[in-house]
């Protein structure tokens, strides 16, 4: 799915701007995260300015992102919002964009693919609750936010557990 935004009078004006608006789906841009899910419409709002070398398009995307927490296991939401920014230079004919730049086309620039990046790379490495999330008990598997369990998680590296007899021993 493209999300193209007309060029209209903001590539001839210094300082031109052309506003835009886009409602769509994680489906449709194929943006979809290995370990969350995007939930409903994703809403994408911007604008592309003339800066006078170059379009700079700037915006934001606001997604509801559901996962599971990777330490207690709960089925979380939370609403995210994700700025992007970047540099579009127009190729005049027979010219390639100057290296690391988006082209923009005659009429149009196509944002879909940016925002789309924007999206997968605003992932997080770990989905967790809340960051001071205590995750579950290691001997009975209870969720430990909701309370302790009484449970001894002190756990002894195997290959130290003869040592730990020696002490047993010598404090008994």
């Not at 886009?22 to 604008?47: C, H, K, R, W, Y």
């Not at 909701?146 to 195997?158: A, K, L, V």
């Amino acid at each position: 799915m493209g999300m193209f935004v007309k060029l209209g009078g903001a590539v001839n004006v210094l300082g031109g701007r052309e506003e835009f608006r886009f409602q769509t789906t994680a489906e449709a841009l194929d943006a979809m995260p290995e370990n969350a899910t995007l939930e409903g419409e994703i809403f994408v709002s911007g604008a592309l300015m003339n800066t006078g070398q170059t379009l700079r398009v700037e915006g934001t995307v606001r997604v509801l992102r559901s996962f599971v927490c990777d330490r207690c296991l709960g089925q979380f939401s939370s609403p995210q919002e994700y700025s992007f920014s970047e540099d579009l230079a127009r190729a005049s004919d027979g010219e390639t964009p100057i290296d690391g730049m988006l082209g923009v086309g005659e009429d149009a620039v196509d944002v879909a693919p940016l925002v789309r990046d924007t999206i997968l790379t605003a992932q997080p490495l770990r989905n967790l609750c809340r960051a001071d999330c205590r995750g579950l008990c290691s001997r009975c598997g209870a969720d430990l936010n909701q309370g302790d369990c009484g449970c001894d998680r002190r756990s002894i590296d195997p290959r130290l557990a003869d040592l730990q007899k020696l002490l047993t021993t010598e404090d008994g």
